[in-house]
């Protein structure tokens, strides 16, 4: 895994806790922003009102966002990966949520497996989950590509997350009729019943359904108790000057009741302020996919941490405004 692709999650994170209030969806705004919280609060707005487009447009210098544009027409043009069998298995579990009464028929289906799973499985939910937190804390200490300052804040998010997955109502029925309303709605609302059509949608088309399905995504995190919004509404950004074209940004927002904390760069570029991980992980994105076209479906995570054809949102940015000369 690449440490580009690591760095952008960890981006993600960092962004998705903070918030303000800017133009609104649709509104055009010059990228960057005026001071180094601008810029990361922008971004932050931008994923608030589930628009991923504008999360690119106003995160990244212009000449970047559409050299990036460009190369995701590119990388559209590479021949397909995935196989019949997986994508006849793919939609048909997109046909359940498009089919006539799916909610229904969904619910159904479900809710006697959901109290067979909570008799089999109820008293060894908190084990598992401890496990898993186990896992993912050794993961990210045996990563090679994430730095000591990337490490702690991940795993402070793995020390909130756990216990909540551990607690959370996941059986609990009248929960479940609602998350699978949700679903349906979410999965509908992508209007793909063929997941071949990935692989051709053009960047704002892509980023548009991206952004329904982190929308939907939060509703269900929020309906078992993870409610990034009040994540959200609790962050404070402060910026520390390091020199006329860098600062320090330091995040504070609390996650599942508990404070939180984590710091990232800003840049200037032609008198606008980024943030220097978004830009380093698109170009790291462009290299690789300069370098090794056919891994052009496999080269960073969308905005969301979303996954599958997702993961080419960030998968172009030029070095015509790079970063790296403002280091």
């Not at 609104?24 to 001071?35: K, L, M, V």
């Not at 402060?238 to 504070?252: E, F, G, M, R, T």
């Not at 969308?302 to 940015?317: D, F, H, I, L, R």
Request: proline share 6%; hydrophobic share 45%; charged share 15%.
């Amino acid at each position: 895994m690449s440490k580009g692709f690591l760095r952008a999650w960890l981006l993600a994170a960092v962004l998705m806790l903070a918030a303000c209030h800017h133009a609104a969806p649709g509104e055009s705004a010059p990228p960057g922003g005026a001071s180094p919280t601008e810029a990361a609060q922008l971004l932050v707005d931008r994923l608030k009102h589930d628009d991923f487009i504008g999360y690119w447009r106003q995160g990244l210098p212009a000449d970047d966002f559409k050299t990036m544009q460009s190369d995701w027409a590119l990388s559209r043009q590479m021949p397909s990966t995935l196989k019949p069998a997986d994508r006849e298995r793919m939609n048909a579990w997109l046909a359940q949520f498009d089919a006539p009464h799916a909610q229904s028929t969904l619910q159904a289906e479900w809710l006697p497996k959901l109290a067979g799973y909570q008799r089999q499985y109820a008293d060894q939910l908190p084990m598992l989950m401890s496990v898993m937190q186990m896992v993912a804390g050794t993961a990210i200490d045996q990563s090679a590509s994430l730095t000591t300052s990337e490490k702690a804040p991940l795993h402070d998010i793995v020390g909130a997350v756990g216990p909540w997955a551990a607690k959370a109502p996941w059986f609990d029925p009248a929960k479940a009729r609602q998350g699978i309303a949700i679903a349906v709605a979410t999965v509908q609302g992508l209007g793909i019943k063929d997941v071949q059509v990935l692989g051709s949608l053009d960047f704002d088309q892509a980023m548009i359904r991206y952004a329904a399905f982190f929308k939907g995504l939060k509703q269900l995190l929020a309906l078992y108790g993870l409610d990034i919004d009040a994540s959200l509404d609790s962050v404070h950004v402060s910026a520390s000057p390091v020199d006329a074209d860098h600062a320090q940004l330091k995040i504070d927002y609390v996650l599942l009741g508990h404070p939180m904390s984590i710091t990232t760069t800003a840049v200037r570029i032609e008198q606008r302020w980024f943030v220097l991980n978004l830009i380093d992980t698109v170009h790291e994105a462009h290299q690789r996919l300069q370098a090794s076209p056919a891994d052009a479906d496999s080269i960073g995570p969308a905005p969301t941490g979303t996954t599958g054809a997702a993961a080419v949102a960030a998968s172009a940015a030029t070095p015509a405004s790079s970063a790296s000369s403002h280091r």
